[in-house]
C-alpha cells in the first residue's frame, strides 16, 4: 500500500511556542490513521500544519508526491483534502443546505451522495433550511463531517468528531465514518475516544510533546494495554 | 440523533424581528411627542433619506469590518474622495444640472456618481494593497496606518482643490418638495431613500441568492473554514473592500447634494455616525447596519426637534442602550 500522506521532519512554531519538534509519519492509501496522544501533544497543530492553516517552520509534507509544505490553505483544500476541524466551525448565519453548498465548491450538490448522507444523517434533512447555528453540537458535527464527504476527496483529515457527544450519537458517527473507509478514502483521525479509535483505525501514531513516539498497528495497541498506559497513562478501555 | 421522515415538512427558520421592530416602535412613539403630524412627517422623511445616506456609507465599512477583521479609521477618505470627484463631472455641465429637466439632470448626475464609485473603489484597491495588506491581524497598526491614509487624503484634497468650500447645488429638478396635504417632503430625500434602498436590496440579493454572497457571509464569520473548503479569500477581501470603498464615493455624492457643498472634511463628523451604525448593527451584519442607520437618523432628528441640547450625545445613548440590550449589536454575525 502506497503512502497518500508523507511528513517528514516537520517542525511547526506558534509564536514563540515550539509545538512540532520533526514530525515523521505516512498514512497510507485507503486506510484509517489514528492519530493520538495526550492533550497538548501537538495533534491538532499537526492537522493544521498539513492543511497550511499553520506553517511549517521547516520540514516536508507531501501528498499524493506533491510538496504542498509551501501551498496556501485553498490550494491544498483543491488538491482533494477535506478538514473536520476539532471546533466543528460550520458557518452558523448560513443554512445547512447553504453550508453545504459552499463546500461542493465546483458544482452543484450531487443528488446520490446527498441522499448517502441523509442515510447516516437524516437530521441534516429535517433541519435542510434551518440555520446551522441552531443545530445542536450532534448535528453541527454532522453538519461538518458532511460538508468535508459531499465531493470525494483524496484525504479526509479529521479533529476528535466524538468529542462531547452523546454515546447514540458517537455511533451513528462511527458507523458513517467506517462507511467513508470502506468506500475507499483516507483518512487521518484525531481522537481521543478509544473505543471509536479501535472500531475505526487500521493504523496508529501516537504523539507525545510535538513528536510521534510510538506508530504500528491499531489493533497491536489495543491488545497491549501495558504499552497503552506507557504510551497513553491509561489503558483503552479506561478511556471509553 | 432524531430519527425522522424524509417526508416530514421542514421547519421554517426562525426570524429575529425585534431589531426590525426598534424604529417602528421609535417613530410611532414621537407621534404624540411632537403633537403636530405634519411636523412628524417631515422629521420622519428625513430620518430615514439621512438613514439611507449614512447606510450607503457605512454598508462597505461592516463587510470590511466583519470579513476581513480591518479597522478602517481612513473610510471616511473614501467618502471625501467620492465627493470631490463628482465635482469634476458636474462644474462643467453645470448648465445642464440647473436646467428644468430631470432627464438632463440625471444625464449629468449618473456619470458623477458612476466615476465617484470608479475612483473611490480603484482608491480602495490602492489602499488596501499598500496600507492594510502589511497589517492584517494587527489592530493597533491598522488605526494608525488607515488614520495615518485619512490625513494624507485629506491633505491632498486641500491641495488639489484648495481649502475653500465647494458649492454642490442640487440639480433643478430635484429642487423643492413634494406636497401632500400640509406635508412637505423634499423631493432629493426621495430620491435618496430609493437610492438607499436599492443598494440595500441589491446587496441583500447579491449575499442571499448567490454563491458570492454565501461567500462573504461565511467568510465574516469564519475566515479561515471558507479557506480550508478551497477558496482563496484574499481576492474575496479585495473585491469587499474595493465594493466598499465605491459605495462609500456613492455616498459621499449624495451627502455633498444633501449638504450642497463639498469639504475634504466633510467626513469628519460622519465617521463617528458610521462606525456608531456599524456597531450598534453588529459587525459584519446588512441587515443591522440598515436598521442601525435609520435608527441613528430618527435619534439625531426627532431628539434634534424635541430636546435639542441632547442632539449632540443622543447617538452615544442610542448606542450605549442597544449595546446593554445586545452587547454584540442589533445582529451578532461575527463572535468578535
Known sequence: MSDLLKLSGVHTHIGRYHILQGIDLAVPQGQVTMLLGRNGAGKTTTLRTIMGLWQASSGEISLAGMRIESCATPDIARL????????????????????????????????????????????????????????????????????????????????????????????????????????GATILLVEQNFFAARELGDNVLVMDNGTIVHRGEMAALAADVPLQERLLGLSLEAHQ | MTDLAATDPL??????????????????????LIGSTSSWLTLTAASLAMGMMIFIMASGLTLVFGLMDVLNFGHGAFI???????????????????????????????????????????????????????????????????????????????????????PMPLPASLRGSFILGDVAIAKYRVLAMLIGLAVFIAIQLVLNRTKLGLLIRAGVENREMVEALGYRIRRLFLGVFMTGSALAGLGGVMWA??????????????????FIVVIIGGLGSIGGCFIGAILVAMVANYGGFLVPKLALVSNILLMVAILMWRPRGLYAVTSR
Open chain 1, 80 to 183: 482533494g483534502v477535506g478538514y473536520v476541524p476539532e471546533s466543528m466551525a460550520v458557518f452558523s448565519d448560513l443554512t445547512v443546505k447553504e453550508n453545504l453548498v459552499l463546500a461542493a465548491r465546483d458544482g452543484p450538490l450531487d443528488d446520490t451522495q446527498l441522499d448517502w448522507i441523509f442515510g447516516f444523517f437524516p437530521a441534516l434533512r429535517r433541519f435542510w433550511l434551518s440555520r446551522a447555528g441552531s443545530l445542536s453540537g450532534g448535528q453541527k458535527q454532522m453538519l461538518s463531517i458532511a460538508r468535508a464527504i459531499i465531493e470525494p476527496r483524496k484525504l479526509l483529515l479529521i479533529d476528535e468528531p466524538t468529542k462531547g457527544l452523546a454515546p447514540a450519537i458517537v455511533m451513528a458517527l462511527i458507523e458513517c465514518l467506517k462507511e467513508i473507509k470502506r468506500k
Open chain 2, 11 to 32: 421547519p421554517k427558520p426562525k426570524r429575529d424581528i425585534a431589531p426590525v421592530l426598534l424604529p417602528i416602535a421609535l417613530a410611532l412613539l414621537t407621534i404624540p
Open chain 2, 80 to 166: 471625501a474622495v467620492g465627493a470631490y470627484v463628482a465635482t469634476l463631472v458636474l462644474a462643467p455641465f453645470a448648465a445642464s444640472i440647473q436646467a428644468d429637466s430631470l432627464w438632463m439632470n440625471l444625464a449629468v448626475l449618473a456619470p458623477a456618481a458612476l466615476l465617484s464609485m470608479a475612483v473611490s473603489g480603484a482608491l480602495g484597491l490602492v489602499v488596501e494593497r499598500v496600507l492594510i495588506l502589511p497589517v492584517y491581524g494587527q489592530h493597533l497598526k491598522q488605526i494608525l496606518m488607515t488614520t495615518g491614509g485619512l490625513i494624507v487624503a485629506e491633505q491632498t484634497l486641500y491641495a488639489l482643490w484648495g481649502p475653500q468650500i465647494i
Open chain 2, 257 to 274: 447634494l444633501y449638504r450642497e457643498q463639498v469639504h475634504a472634511s466633510m467626513s469628519d463628523d460622519l465617521t463617528v455616525l458610521i
